[in-house]
């Protein structure tokens, strides 16, 4: 057939998902499956409170560091946080698995969600819906998920951090060594890793879901 | 008297391998079915009623042989092509009425329209226009959780003519509901397609359809056994029927 890809491209601007509607359809699924999600937004969550909680300590080592404080009182903190540096480093390790684990967890979670809702995809496409808008609802409920466990995580850590810093250093020093605009930095980059996770896990779930032939979705007794 | 016809099966032929069996779930169809009419497919379990009913409605492509709605031939269309077709021209009904539960009845009944682009005036209007010739007027923001089966196949039949389509497939609509129910829904399906002469296709056990059909196609064994008229049939109904529900 010629210009199939005018074609295709004709019949894409003739069928609609409008992006509000399909933010809406994907919140209200998480809220439907409240239980399973508060176990992908908490896997998340923990994961980016161990990342946010390092890169805090860091943040807030560095600038004791650099402060000029109490000549003596430096030396001392400076070789407290050399230490605490090093442990630092094998941290980020532990960290960089967590999320590896913690994304497989959240592809299992989300492939547990297109099997039971097969039936709901196999309609929608019975509907008209284009593939593009399943993976679309897929994606964006698992972002949302993410998004969500990751500014939890990312305040959480900062807040633990913080307090666990003042409870051995003193609340003078440290009120005054927190660099706030590092610790903004950090913490959107924290939301943005903790969101792509969730969205980079969701992917293959999501292309497991267009597989599903409207027929087999329909007429499969369960 | 000018015919459309609506759905043309040739020579129809639908064979699954499955290991190192082939099973033959269609051996030559060949059907006509003209525009307006209301048509029921009948036939025992594992006759290949299902597989047909698939074919018809563009959610099975036919190993062999050609199969034309609206003389569009669906072998050659691809998914987008065959999405629109799902979209504009046919609705669907389904025995476990599949209504999307995240969504009220006006909201499952408005989707299609907005995959066709409608905006939202337009589709809350003809949503909630929908709604009330059904009789559901009182329930539109109520989920599926919260109507009764009879209300939710209703909300899928509102949702299947969403679009204005062309023909209505219905997959054992009445196959959930209880006796009384079953016969409401079948007397509407009657009604809207006497009003707005959509050609209506049902794949079904229930013999209380027989006597809303024009036509009655019996499947047994992947093939047509016969075809009944709706005359020939009048005389059968007294029998079984007996007593009215």
Redesign the interface.
């Known amino acids: 057939?010629a210009s199939?890809e005018n074609?295709?491209a004709r019949?894409?601007r003739?069928?609609?998902?409008?992006f509000r509607?399909a933010i809406v359809?994907s919140m209200?699924?998480i809220?439907?499956r409240m239980v399973r999600s508060f176990i992908t937004v908490g896997g998340i969550f923990l994961a980016i409170t161990f990342l946010m909680a390092i890169l805090t300590s860091s943040a807030i080592t560095d600038k004791i560091q650099k402060k000029q404080l109490d000549q003596i009182q430096t030396e001392n903190i400076v070789a407290q946080t050399e230490a605490d540096k090093a442990e630092n480093a094998t941290q980020i390790w532990l960290i960089v698995i967590s999320l590896i684990v913690c994304g497989v967890g959240i592809t299992n979670a989300m492939l547990m969600s297109v099997t039971e809702r097969f039936?709901?995809i196999?309609?929608?496409?019975?509907?008209?819906?284009?593939?593009r808008f399943i993976v679309e609802l897929f994606i964006l409920e698992s972002a949302f998920q993410g998004l969500i466990g990751a500014a939890a995580g990312m305040s959480t850590g900062i807040i633990l951090t913080v307090m666990s810093f003042i409870w051995k250093y003193g609340w003078s020093k440290v009120i005054v060594s927190i660099p706030v605009l590092n610790l903004i930095g950090q913490g959107a980059m924290a939301i943005v890793i903790g969101t792509l996770l969730a969205i980079v896990a969701a992917v293959y779930p999501a292309r497991i879901a267009t597989k599903m032939?409207?027929?087999d979705a329909?007429?499969r007794e369960v | 008297m000018a015919e459309e016809n609506m759905v043309r099966m040739i020579n129809v032929v639908k064979e699954y391998i499955m290991g190192t069996v082939t099973v033959n779930a269609l051996k030559k169809i060949n059907l006509v079915i003209e525009k307006g009419e209301y048509i029921s497919i009948m036939g025992p379990s594992g006759s290949g009623k299902?597989t047909l009913f698939?074919m018809i409605g563009g959610?099975?492509k036919p190993s062999q042989g050609k199969i034309y709605i609206d003389e569009v031939d669906i072998a050659?269309l691809?998914?987008?092509?065959l999405?629109?077709?799902?979209?504009?021209k046919i609705g669907?009904i389904?025995q476990?009425f599949?209504?999307?539960?995240?969504?009220s009845a006006l909201e499952n009944v408005t989707?299609?329209m907005?995959?066709?682009?409608l905006t939202q005036d337009e589709y809350t209007k003809k949503g909630v226009e929908i709604l009330e010739r059904i009789g559901l007027g009182d329930r539109i923001m109520h989920k599926p959780l919260e109507l009764s089966g009879g209300q939710q196949q209703r909300v899928a039949i509102a949702?299947a003519l969403a679009n204005d389509p062309v023909i209505i497939l219905a997959?054992e609509p009445t196959g959930n509901l209880d006796l009384r129910t079953g016969r409401e829904i079948i007397d509407l399906m009657k009604s809207l397609n006497k009003e707005k002469k959509v050609t209506i296709i049902t794949a079904t056990h229930d013999l209380k359809m027989l006597d809303v059909s024009d036509r009655v196609v019996w499947i047994r064994d992947g093939m047509v056994e016969r075809i009944e008229e709706r005359a020939d049939l009048d005389l059968k109904v007294g029998t079984i029927e007996g007593k009215e529900i």
């Open positions: 057939m199939n074609n295709a019949i894409n003739q069928i609609h998902l409008p509607r359809i209200r699924s809220k439907n039936r709901e196999g309609t929608m496409k019975c509907l008209g819906a284009l593939n032939m409207p027929a329909l007429t | 299902s698939n959610l099975d050659q691809d998914a987008y092509e999405a629109w077709l799902r979209c504009r669907y389904f476990s599949n209504l999307i539960p995240v969504m989707l299609p907005i995959f066709a682009g949702r997959d």
